[in-house]
C-alpha cells in the first residue's frame, strides 16, 4: 500500500530560516510542497521518510534564499495491482460504489466488479447483492459507512497541471468546461466479484 519512492528536487530555504539547522529546514519545506499532493505516476505523497545526501547550497544575486539540491525518500501511497484493500463505502450511484480510506477517496468499484447478480435500489440509493440460496434470493445492501473488503484491479492517473488555451476561443470552451468536470489527479479501480471479498459483515457474521 505504501512505498518509499527516491526523489530528487532543488529547496529554497529563506533567510530568516538560515538560523535553524539546513535538514530542519528542508524537511519542513519539501512537507509543505509534497504531503497530501499526487505526484503524476507516482502516488498520493504522505510524508518525507529519510534525507539521503545535500548538494552544496547556493545564493543567487537578487535572492537571498539559499537554493540546495536535496535527495530524499518519500513515503507514497501506491497500491500494487492485486492488492487487497479495506476501506469504508462513501456512497453508491450508478456508476458504482464509492470507497474511503480515510485519507484517500478517489476509490469506485464499477458495477461490472461488483458480487453478482447486483441491482441498484434507486429508493435507498444503494447498490445490492441478490445473493442466491436454497430458500431463494436474499437483499444484502451495501449501506453507507460499512467496511467492504476489495481488490485493486486498475489505476489511472490524470495530469491536472495548468496549460495555456491555444486560442482566445478554446480558453471560453475549456473554462466552462473545467467548472463543469474537475478530474480526481489519482483514482483507483476497485473489484469485490470474487468469494471473501465485499461487505465483511456478509463472510464474518454467521
Given amino acids: 500500500m505504501f512505498v518509499l519512492v527516491e526523489?530528487?528536487?532543488?529547496?529554497?530555504?529563506?533567510?530568516?530560516?538560515?538560523?535553524?539547522?539546513?535538514?530542519?529546514?528542508?524537511?519542513?519545506?519539501?512537507?509543505?510542497?509534497l504531503a497530501n499532493k499526487v505526484v503524476y505516476n507516482v502516488g498520493l505523497c504522505i510524508c518525507l521518510y529519510d534525507?539521503?545526501?545535500?548538494?552544496d547550497s547556493y545564493i543567487f544575486p537578487g535572492d537571498g534564499a539559499s537554493h540546495?539540491?536535496?535527495?530524499?525518500?518519500?513515503?507514497?501511497?501506491?497500491?500494487?495491482?492485486?492488492?487487497?484493500?479495506?476501506?469504508?463505502?462513501?456512497?453508491?450511484?450508478?456508476?458504482?460504489?464509492?470507497?474511503?480510506?480515510?485519507?484517500f477517496d478517489d476509490i469506485v468499484i464499477?458495477?461490472?466488479?461488483?458480487?453478482?447478480?447486483?441491482?441498484?435500489?434507486e429508493a435507498e440509493q444503494v447498490w445490492v447483492?441478490?445473493?442466491?440460496?436454497?430458500?431463494?434470493?436474499?437483499?444484502?445492501?451495501?449501506?453507507?459507512?460499512?467496511?467492504?473488503r476489495f481488490r485493486v484491479v486498475d489505476e489511472t492517473f490524470v495530469d491536472t497541471s495548468p496549460t495555456g488555451p491555444s486560442s482566445?476561443?478554446?480558453?471560453?470552451?475549456?473554462?466552462?468546461?473545467?467548472?463543469?468536470?474537475?478530474?480526481?489527479p489519482y483514482t483507483l479501480v476497485g473489484s469485490i466479484s470474487e468469494p471473501g471479498l465485499g461487505l465483511l459483515s456478509w463472510w464474518t457474521n454467521s
Wanted: aromatic letters at 10%.
Fill in 7 to 33: 526523489m530528487t528536487d532543488t529547496v529554497r530555504i529563506p533567510p530568516w530560516q538560515f538560523e535553524r539547522k539546513l535538514n530542519e529546514s528542508i524537511a519542513e519545506e519539501l512537507n509543505k510542497k
Fill in 110 to 121: 464499477p458495477p461490472e466488479s461488483l458480487q453478482q447478480p447486483a441491482k441498484f435500489d
Fill in 168 to 184: 482566445a476561443e478554446a480558453s471560453t470552451s475549456n473554462a466552462t468546461e473545467e467548472v463543469q468536470k474537475k478530474e480526481a
Fill in 51 to 55: 534525507i539521503t545526501k545535500l548538494e
Fill in 68 to 103: 540546495t539540491k536535496v535527495h530524499f525518500r518519500y513515503v507514497v501511497f501506491h497500491p500494487f495491482l492485486d492488492e487487497i484493500l479495506i476501506g469504508q463505502i462513501k456512497s453508491c450511484s450508478q456508476d458504482g460504489v464509492h470507497v474511503s480510506l480515510g485519507f
Fill in 129 to 148: 447483492w441478490e445473493y442466491e440460496t436454497e430458500e431463494g434470493a436474499h437483499d444484502l445492501y451495501m449501506d453507507t459507512g460499512e467496511e467492504i
